[in-house]
Each structure stands twice: as structure tokens, then as C-alpha cells.
């Protein structure tokens, strides 16, 4: 099982960043996927999750209409756009599978993301 992170870099405010997460190992398809992130010294947050078929979306009060999630399922693969970026966007961004029953979870790398102006 692997969730491979990408896309993070440094960017100044109001800037966009596109995060990957490929996943290979286990079906796909089967599992919600999240996107957390950490930012530095603090704990890991839940920024957005998306439903098994990509139609349910959740995302966090802080990011709403500024960053999307999406996947594509052919691919083995989880998005994060994110727009209108502001400091305190700054985080480690991991990708994170989960199903619920059998429970297994599992978690990318990480992804640096820093906004600076």
C-alpha cells in the first residue's frame, strides 16, 4: 500500500497550488478520501474529504471556496486545489484513505505547502 504526496511549494498570497495523492495497493474506489494538514508545532487538521464516487465533499469553514477536492477513480488518484492562499495555509498537507469497515487507514508522506509573502 502507497500514497505518494505532491504538489506542494512555496507560493505568495492569493496564489494557487494543485496537490496530487496517487494511491496504488488497495481499491481505490473503495475507500473516502481526506486531505489533513499540520502546520508547524500544531496538530493535524482535517481540510477536506470526498466521498467514494466524488459526488459528497466536506471541507473545513477555514478553506471553503477557496480550495476543492476531487478524484479520479481510473487513476488512483485524489486532488487538492487550492486557490486564494494565505499564510496561515501553511501546513504539511498529507493525503489519508480510510474505510470504515474492515477499518483500515492509511497515509501519504506529506507535502510541504508555505505561503509567503
Known amino acids: 500500500v502507497q500514497l505518494v504526496d505532491s504538489g506542494g511549494g512555496l507560493v505568495r498570497p492569493g496564489g494557487s497550488l494543485r496537490l496530487s495523492c496517487a494511491a496504488s495497493?488497495?481499491?481505490?474506489?473503495?475507500?473516502?478520501m481526506n486531505w489533513y494538514r499540520q502546520p508547524p508545532g500544531e496538530g493535524r487538521d482535517l481540510v477536506a474529504r470526498?466521498?467514494?464516487?466524488?459526488?459528497?465533499?466536506y471541507y473545513t469553514n477555514t478553506v471553503k471556496g477557496r480550495f476543492t477536492i476531487s478524484r479520479d477513480n481510473a487513476k488512483n488518484t485524489v486532488f487538492l486545489q487550492l486557490n486564494s492562499l494565505k499564510p496561515e495555509d501553511t501546513a504539511v498537507y498529507y493525503c489519508?484513505?480510510?474505510?470504515?469497515?474492515?477499518?483500515?487507514?492509511?497515509w501519504g508522506q506529506g507535502t510541504q505547502v508555505t505561503v509567503l509573502s
Open positions: 470526498i466521498s467514494t464516487n466524488g459526488l459528497i465533499t
Open positions: 489519508n484513505a480510510y474505510l470504515s469497515s474492515p477499518y483500515s487507514d492509511y
Open positions: 495497493g488497495f481499491t481505490f474506489s473503495t475507500y473516502v
